[in-house]
Nanobody, 127 residues
Framework: EVQLQASGGGLVQAGASLRLSCAAS????????AGWFRQVPGKEREVVSC????????YYADSVRDRFTISSDNSNNTVYLQMNSLKVEDSAVYYC????????????????????WGLGTQVTVSS
């Protein structure tokens, strides 16, 4: 059974940093695409960042580029999202997701590309 467990959220002040972790189990962690998405009440879930395990390609939403970094540790079956210079508008529930087919195209940025989702972790940034 594939399971994704996201953690690392919390309440911080603007300008602070957080590192989210997504621990995966139940599938071979050598071929996948992984993504971080976020959602606020009343809005659709939006992509934050994605990574492809085969060639290390990464994608960042414009709103987080140069502030957030996605990485992976295949030895620990974990994908990370380092979030620096947090802004109030970064407040959301953050979800990690995986695609065991490791596709990488325009659909990779969309919710429908991912087969497995973890429960979210809340990030709240205060001014």
């Amino acid at each position: 059974e594939v399971q994704l467990q996201a953690s690392g959220g919390g309440l911080v002040q603007a300008g602070a940093s957080l590192r989210l972790s997504c621990a995966a189990s139940g599938f071979t962690f050598d071929k996948y695409a992984a993504g971080w998405f976020r959602q606020v009440p009343g809005k659709e879930r939006e992509v934050v960042s994605c990574i492809n395990s085969i060639d290390g390609r990464r994608y960042y939403a414009d709103s987080v580029r140069d502030r957030f970094t996605i990485s992976s540790d295949n030895s620990n079956n974990t994908v990370y999202l380092q979030m620096n210079s947090l802004k109030v508008e970064d407040s959301a529930v953050y979800y990690c997701a995986s695609d065991p087919n490791a596709r990488w195209d325009s659909v990779t940025r969309e919710v429908r590309a991912y087969d497995y989702w973890g429960l979210g972790t809340q990030v709240t940034v205060s001014s």
